[in-house]
């Protein structure tokens, strides 16, 4: 069973910083992630891009998060980071993972992971 295992998320003050780590479990399957993602969503609001990473290391990040947020991959080990700094209560949020990942049987399956809670209070 494949699995996107994150954490790392918490509570923080206005200007504090967390750091988010993601894995992809998949005992006994053969696979390669590809493109990467974080979104967050917050109450009421719809699911959005944070920042997202190609398996060569190529970034995206959204508006609100440049210069505050750092993506990062460790393709040997299957993990995905967000560093964030400067938090802002507009970050407040459950951030999920994303990955595309490519099997040995030529399937092309997206997977999301549970979700971490996020909140920054000013």
């Known amino acids: 069973q494949v699995q996107l295992v994150e954490s790392g998320g918490g509570s923080v003050q206005t200007g504090g910083s967390l750091n988010l780590s993601c894995v992809v479990e998949a005992p006994g399957r053969v696979f390669r992630a590809n493109t990467m993602s974080w979104r967050r969503q917050a109450p009421g609001n719809q699911r959005e891009l944070v920042a997202s990473i190609t398996r060569s290391g190529s970034t995206t990040y959204a508006d609100s998060v440049k210069g505050r947020f750092t993506i990062s991959r460790d393709n040997v080990y299957n993990t995905m980071y967000l560093m964030m700094n400067s938090l802002e209560p507009e970050d407040t949020a459950v951030y999920y993972c994303?990955?595309?990942?490519?099997?040995?049987?030529?399937?092309?399956?997206?997977?999301w992971g549970q979700g971490t809670q996020v909140t920054v209070s000013s």
């Open positions: 994303n990955a595309d990942l490519f099997f040995d049987d030529g399937r092309n399956l997206n997977y």
